[in-house]
């Protein structure tokens, strides 16, 4: 199973700013996913972040907005920019071996 | 479109008593078949899976999930619930063909167990 560190797990913002979460995973992987999850909510897909290649965003989800990075095999970034209030949520990193495992989610709240 | 249906939105069960959590999804092929539990505050933790084999898969923490091609439904299952079992409870699915590691996820069910 991979162990996946996510930081930071939580922060405040004011609307304007940007923040950049990363993860850090304990195992080499082709694929690294970043959602966003409402409280008590399911899961949205943002984007799938592939090693040596742009990120690939799903519907509703651009570069501009949430740049990813993704410099080596066991280590993402996902940027929230230009942040408003809207964008208050929990956002979580993700790798898929067999199943799927999950960072800690950082709490986003912005003000 | 591929889709995964949690059709409950939430379960109440007396502790002991047994808990049935309900899935079924619309994907081609025959695709992979997991539960997830999200506990208050708490990150996403994998329960069980259906790859092949065996229609009854056994997992965490008591947990099982019996898988039905016909129906396609992978709906999980706990013959004596613990209030500690009250969570938000995740189905999702992945295509088997390719290298397309993403999931599909349901809504979720929420489960409360009352003592």
């Known amino acids: 199973s991979a162990v996946i560190s996510q930081k930071p797990s939580r922060d405040i913002c004011q609307r304007g700013t940007s923040l950049t979460i990363q993860c850090q995973v304990d195992?080499?992987?082709?694929?690294m996913f970043w959602y966003r999850q409402q409280p008590g909510q399911s899961l949205t897909l943002i984007a799938t972040?592939?090693?040596?290649?742009?990120?690939?965003?799903e519907s509703g989800f651009v570069i501009d907005k949430f740049p990813i990075s993704r410099p080596n095999l066991t280590f993402s970034t996902l940027t929230v920019s230009n942040m408003s209030p809207e964008d208050s949520s929990i956002y979580l990193c993700?790798?898929?071996?067999?199943?799927?495992?999950f960072g800690q989610g950082t709490r986003l709240t912005v003000v | 479109a591929q889709s995964v249906a949690q059709p409950e939105d939430q379960v109440n069960v007396a502790e002991g008593n047994p808990l049935t959590v309900k899935c079924t999804y619309s994907?081609?092929?025959?695709?992979?078949l997991f539960w997830y539990v999200q506990y208050p505050n708490r990150g996403l933790q994998f329960l069980l899976k259906?790859?092949?084999?065996d229609n009854l898969v056994k997992g965490s923490y008591g947990f099982e999930a019996e898988f039905n091609k016909s129906q396609t439904s992978f709906h999980l299952k706990k013959p004596s619930a613990l209030v500690s079992d009250s969570a938000l409870y995740f189905c999702?699915?992945?295509?088997?063909?390719?290298?397309?590691?993403?999931?599909?996820w349901g809504l979720g069910t929420s489960l409360a167990v009352n003592p």
């Open positions: 999702a699915v992945r295509e088997r063909a390719g290298n397309n590691r993403k999931l599909i």
């Open positions: 993700s790798v898929t071996e067999a199943e799927a495992f």
């Open positions: 972040a592939n090693q040596g290649s742009e990120a690939t965003y």
């Open positions: 195992s080499q992987v082709t694929m």
């Open positions: 259906y790859i092949t084999g």
């Open positions: 994907v081609s092929g025959n695709p992979y």
